[in-house]
């Protein structure tokens, strides 16, 4: 029985560790796009739309008129996943993803813009 107490402690001080690890990353690479476009018009969003297994982060550069300047993802289901740069959707207008939230079998990424918009939508009215 105390074997089983000491492999329980051990696995959580892993999720602990791993979680800090997983966040340290997060906000360097926050940092590092935001440095990028510091003193420049461009907006900055990112959003986390949770599927049945994995989860996909997006996080996008837009201009003002809500054309995608830089867009990156993030999925997958441990600490190793990295944000990757995601070229197709590069010069796209969010207004294209739009109706995304209503259909039900739309990607992961798509429904991430989709909320993108909405709130891009929210802080100009």
Request: glycine content about 4%; aromatic content about 10%.
């Given at each position: 029985?105390?074997?089983?107490?000491?492999?329980?402690?051990?696995l959580?001080?892993?999720q602990?560790l791993?979680s800090?690890?997983?966040?340290?990353?997060?906000?360097s690479?926050i940092?590092k796009?935001?440095?990028?476009?510091?003193?420049?018009?461009y907006?900055?969003?990112?959003?986390?739309?949770?599927g049945?297994i994995l989860r996909?982060?997006?996080?996008?550069?837009v201009?003002a008129?809500g054309k995608?300047?830089?867009?990156y993802?993030?999925?997958?289901l441990?600490i190793?996943?990295?944000?990757k740069?995601e070229?197709?959707?590069k010069?796209a207008?969010?207004?294209?993803?739009?109706?995304?939230?209503?259909?039900?079998r739309?990607?992961?990424i798509e429904?991430a813009?989709s909320q993108?918009?909405?709130?891009?939508l929210?802080?100009?009215?």
């Amino acid at each position: 029985m105390s074997g089983l107490v000491i492999v329980v402690i051990i696995l959580m001080l892993c999720q602990s560790l791993f979680s800090l690890v997983q966040v340290k990353y997060y906000q360097s690479f926050i940092k590092k796009i935001t440095t990028e476009q510091a003193g420049s018009e461009y907006e900055f969003y990112t959003e986390v739309v949770k599927g049945k297994i994995l989860r996909v982060i997006v996080a996008v550069v837009v201009d003002a008129d809500g054309k995608i300047i830089q867009c990156y993802i993030c999925k997958g289901l441990t600490i190793f996943a990295r944000f990757k740069e995601e070229p197709s959707f590069k010069g796209a207008q969010l207004v294209n993803y739009s109706t995304a939230l209503q259909q039900k079998r739309a990607p992961q990424i798509e429904k991430a813009l989709s909320q993108i918009y909405t709130r891009k939508l929210e802080a100009v009215t």
